[in-house]
């Protein structure tokens, strides 16, 4: 049985554009939070970590599909709200989402402020939640896609503040 709110118009004939919408807007996100990322830094490196911190590879490792991810979620959400305002709203849900994401970086890395960078990425928790709920009024399983990077983005909550806590 499909969702109750399903869209067979012409969003769902040029899958193409949502996709690549989606995915523009997360790459354009990526690129955009890597530019403040200097985790080479003097800072960085003498920032007190928990041991339970992934070696640095691990957070591209992550990130890459996490972002693949959230842009075919998107894609295919778009796809399946039937009306303007329903996607209206997941796209707004979605801007503030990705927005958060890009700021933590400054926040955390061009700021050099764990405490600034905790409360962004707090921020984006509850950005998640209200993306994964947008979503899943549109399409239960695009929101399921996006249940990993909410789950990525609590342990790094838990993370900066581990880190935030250490180095005060």
């Known amino acids: 049985m499909r969702p109750a709110h399903v869209h067979r118009g012409p969003a769902d004939s040029r899958p193409w554009r949502r996709y690549g919408a989606a995915a523009t807007a997360v790459a354009t996100t990526a690129a955009a939070g890597a530019r403040a990322v200097d985790a080479d830094s003097a800072w960085y490196r003498a ?12 957070f591209g490792a992550v990130w890459t599909p996490l972002y693949a991810t959230i842009a075919y979620a998107a894609g295919h959400a778009f796809g399946r709200a039937d009306d303007v305002r329903l996607r209206r709203r997941l796209a707004g849900s979605l801007a503030i989402n990705l927005t958060l994401n890009a700021a933590w970086n400054w926040l955390f890395f061009a ?12 921020l984006l928790d509850l950005s998640n939640a209200d993306l994964l709920r947008r979503t899943a009024r549109v399409d239960r399983r695009a929101a399921r896609v996006l249940l990993p990077y ?3 983005c609590c342990f790094a909550t838990a993370l900066n503040a581990s880190i935030a806590r250490r180095n005060r």
């Open 47 to 58: 920032l007190r970590k928990p041991d339970w911190q992934p070696s640095p590879w691990a």
């Open 111 to 122: 700021r050099r402020s764990p405490a600034a960078g905790l409360a962004g990425t707090l």
């Open 150 to 152: 909410a789950a990525w």
